[in-house]
């Protein structure tokens, strides 16, 4: 069961923006993640590469934990939010449940549920600073 501490501070890492970072500290080197019902992906570093990639792809990707974390034993239980701006200055958001198995301190199966219409849904990013304004 990993303790409130260090799946604080794995949010803390992912909100940061470090999200190599958080996979490489946190997941087991036999973790796997998966897509709502994709197949899994395995191995941490694997993990860390498919995030460099998506990284690459995007020119920046914010992201922000939307409710409490809910940790029951081994079983932790995320709502994000992530802000993804493209190459091409267009702004996507997807909003998941991650729902993490630990063994210890350490992240050992992901799971992602999502709708993936959010994903296919873009719009400029000059919406979003004039709506800030």
């Known amino acids: ?66 409710a409490p974390v809910v940790i029951d034993a081994e079983t932790v239980a995320i709502v994000w939010r992530f802000d993804f701006t493209t190459l091409q200055d267009t702004m996507r958001t997807l909003e998941e449940v991650a729902w993490q198995k630990w063994r210890g301190e350490q992240l050992i199966e992901e799971r992602f549920f999502y709708d993936p219409q959010q994903m296919l849904t873009e719009r400029p990013v000059a919406q979003e600073v004039a709506a800030v304004s």
């Open 1 to 66: 069961m990993p303790s409130k501490a260090t799946v604080d501070a794995f949010v803390a890492l992912v909100e940061s923006g470090d999200y190599v970072g958080a996979i490489e500290q946190f997941y087991a080197a036999d973790a796997s993640t998966r897509e709502n019902n994709g197949a899994p992906r395995v191995g941490r570093d694997n993990l860390m590469a498919i995030e460099r990639h998506v990284m690459a792809a995007h020119k920046q990707i914010d992201a922000r934990k939307l």
